[in-house]
């Protein structure tokens, strides 16, 4: 097997730099030797890193919305109504569905139907046609961060223009933007992919330049246990700080049970803290990204509000240090700038109300913060030992054998044996474990749990109650109760 978990040595990816480049047009114009002077000259309150971490210091959780369009004077004008109308902390660049599959031709198709028709005909921004100077322009007119969100799996490309253009951060991973965005990508392949992207990172910040780095926490964002996703952020962020990655956020998704999803940030936290720190790096500042539910809204907006509100209370009670915002129109597609500000606005109140209080650290949230931690214990070290103690080879021999298992993704490589389902209160447990590596204690924990909701709603533990859960939310539950 090709992987290996070794930073990539320099003269070899300065070489493969080169070709890198050559693979669009606008390659050529990246020169990273002039890339670090720009980020250099970059402005304290642009720099991503520094916003993250004073949060961090200062128990802020700050405000983020997803958000990007074809055209850049379009692009620059949305981010700055979501900046000064929304009030976001922290502002994204989400890149199209072309640029996301390499296909730069059918983006530039996209450029010019959007300039024809005078509205965005892409799903996002188009980095890489545009190029380092045209990504410039977004990062001198926006007084704040600007963090690249997408679902690359080959981001070699992207990476390279947006950096040099002056991003500050770089969402993805060689897991999390393969499995749940791919069908048939090797992980071998994302994995090396994403090393080269983490060596970037490396190597800006050998030159003085701080770039953080945010695998996508999520995965498909329906009904993913916090076990899974903590392993996959873990994962990604062992295979970064190899490459020379200094800043990490690590990510999980709004499941919806309160407690749960409280429980899920605090154990991520430590759980990153005790990976990173065992593999003996005691110099990586790691901050954590709280999603508002990702999974089918609502679409009557009052009650997409709520959810949207839920999401900030859970984000805020949890001490993530960034909260990503959906918007109103989530069920119906790209949001107007003004619903988008909108739901960065319903966010903002939550936080600044929660902003002086916290929750009891009840039992229930130390039973769920255990469980998570033992889950999460039990996969990654199956992953090190399918591995013989590399955690890339052991990535791929764990997706081969269904100790890495990612509910409802699309990728060949993924097992797809695991089930979750809610139970009686809404947390996420596993219906069916596939191969994970649990104990019985585990098994039995969460076989408990869904019987107790069989037993409430006078039915048997099934996939049916997968089935309902799915669309629970957007018909106005949580629990996706019998009819
Ligand atoms: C990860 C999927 C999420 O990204 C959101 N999204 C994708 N593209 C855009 C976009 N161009 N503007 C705003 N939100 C977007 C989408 O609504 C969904 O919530």
Request: with cysteine.
């Amino acid at each position: 097997m090709q992987v290996k978990n070794k930073k990539i040595d320099k003269e070899l990816f300065l070489k493969e730099r080169q070709e890198v480049l050559k693979s669009w047009s606008t390659g050529k114009e990246v020169d990273i030797n002039e890339a670090v002077e720009f980020h250099k000259n970059m402005p304290e309150n642009k720099i991503m890193v520094n916003k993250l971490i004073d949060a961090k210091n200062n128990n802020k959780t700050l405000i983020q919305p997803r958000a990007g369009v074809a055209l850049v004077e379009a692009h620059i004008d949305l981010l700055k109504f979501l900046l000064e109308k929304g009030e976001a902390d922290l502002l994204p660049t989400t890149i199209d569905s072309y640029t996301r599959q390499n296909q730069y031709q059918e983006a530039e198709q996209g450029i010019k139907e959007s300039y024809e028709t005078r509205r965005s005909m892409l799903n996002g921004f188009p980095a890489v046609n545009y190029g380092v100077k045209e990504c410039r322009k977004i990062i001198e007119a926006i007084d704040a961060p600007v963090e690249v969100r997408h679902g690359t799996p080959d981001a070699r490309l992207l990476a390279e223009i947006t950096l040099a253009g002056g991003f500050t951060d770089f969402e993805g991973g060689a897991i999390s933007y393969n499995i749940p965005y791919a069908k048939k990508v090797s992980l071998e392949d994302t994995i090396q992919y994403w090393q080269y992207v983490d060596r970037l990172v490396g190597y800006y910040y050998e030159h003085g330049i701080k770039i953080n780095r945010e695998p996508f926490g999520p995965l498909t964002g329906t009904l993913v246990p916090p076990a899974i996703s903590h392993s996959v952020a873990i994962l990604e962020a062992l295979l970064a700080v190899k490459q020379g990655v200094k800043y990490v956020s690590l990510g999980y998704g709004q499941n919806g049970n309160l407690i749960q999803d409280i429980a899920a940030i605090q154990s991520l936290k430590e759980l990153a803290e005790k990976y990173i720190c065992d593999e003996g790096y005691d110099d990586i500042e790691i901050t954590t990204v709280f999603h508002q539910w990702m999974g089918g809204f609502p679409q009557d907006e009052a009650k997409a509000f709520a959810v949207i509100s839920w999401g900030a209370t859970a984000s805020a009670l949890s001490k993530a240090t960034k909260v990503i915002v959906k918007s109103p129109h989530e069920a119906l597609g790209i949001p107007t700038k003004e619903a988008n500000a909108s739901g960065l606005k319903t966010t903002r109140q939550i936080i600044n109300m929660l902003r002086d209080q916290s929750i009891e650290q009840t039992k229930n949230m130390d039973i769920e913060r255990e469980i998570i931690i033992e889950e999460t214990i039990a996969i990654l070290s199956k992953v090190k030992e399918l591995g013989d103690g590399d955690w890339a080879v052991g990535i791929v021999r764990a997706f081969e054998a269904g100790v890495l298992d990612i509910p409802f993704a699309p990728s060949q490589y993924n097992s797809g044996k695991i089930l979750p389902a809610r139970d009686n209160k809404g947390a996420v447990r596993f219906l069916n474990t596939g191969n994970l590596p649990f104990d019985n204690k585990i098994k039995d924990f969460h076989a408990d749990k869904l019987k107790e909701r069989g037993f409430y709603e006078e039915r048997d533990v099934s996939f049916q109650m997968v089935v309902d859960d799915i669309y629970a939310i957007s018909k106005g539950m949580l629990v996706g109760r019998p009819k």
